[in-house]
């Protein structure tokens, strides 16, 4: 199965400061989008294998869009998220977002043993959706716990699946609530 692209967009957040602080580095945030045209949408179709198998090139292209849009910075953070238009189930956005679609990014970040946290539902357009986020290499790197609120006008249609990759260079400004440091994080198991 070849998953067709209809649309596609990349969305920035470049915060300085906050609570009055200037950081010396801004934190960054992205999110790469595809929307896709749902092969299964308004029927049942019991075996999903096709649909997680074609994801892999989805996570591919989503992970170019994002690196680029994060440069000239590296990430550390990453969430992953599907909104599935009301004529699919949030199984199809499920199935976008397995192992198949999370290798390609992260053999692209070299890196990332974490599991990477993710949210699916099913909406119409204009929906916001938060895609949680954390560090990428180690969980228990409390200021990497974060998130990004998308708002995509005019997707997804019906028939259409909106699968979204997000990134970020650091952790929260100001984070200060202790646990792991990301210098300090070993990244052997994805928990420290």
């Known amino acids: 199965m070849k998953l067709k692209i209809r649309r596609s967009y990349t969305i920035v957040e470049n915060r300085l400061s ?16 595809l929307v896709i045209e749902n092969p ?7 075996n999903l294998d096709p649909m997680i198998q074609a994801s892999a090139a989805i996570g591919g292209e989503l992970v170019s869009m994002a690196v680029a849009a994060l440069a000239p910075y590296k990430a550390q953070a990453i969430g992953k998220g599907a909104i599935v238009g009301l ?13 198949a679609f999370a290798e390609p990014i992260r053999d692209a970040l070299r890196g990332g043993k974490a599991w990477i ?5 099913v909406a119409a357009p204009g929906t916001a959706i938060d895609i949680p986020m954390n560090c990428k290499d180690a969980l228990y790197v409390r200021s990497h716990y974060d998130g990004m609120t ?7 249609m019906p028939d259409e699946i909106a699968i979204i990759l997000a990134l970020s260079n650091r952790g929260r400004l100001n984070a200060r609530v202790g646990g792991l440091a990301y210098e300090k994080l070993k990244g052997r198991d994805g928990l420290v």
């Open 18 to 33: 906050e609570a009055g602080k200037t950081a010396k580095t801004p934190l960054r945030k992205v999110a790469a989008v």
């Open 117 to 121: 946290s993710s949210m699916t539902k």
């Open 150 to 156: 998308l708002t995509l006008a005019d997707a997804p």
């Open 87 to 99: 004529n699919g189930e949030q199984e199809h956005g499920n199935a976008l977002l397995t192992t």
């Open 40 to 46: 299964y949408a308004g029927r049942y179709v019991a």
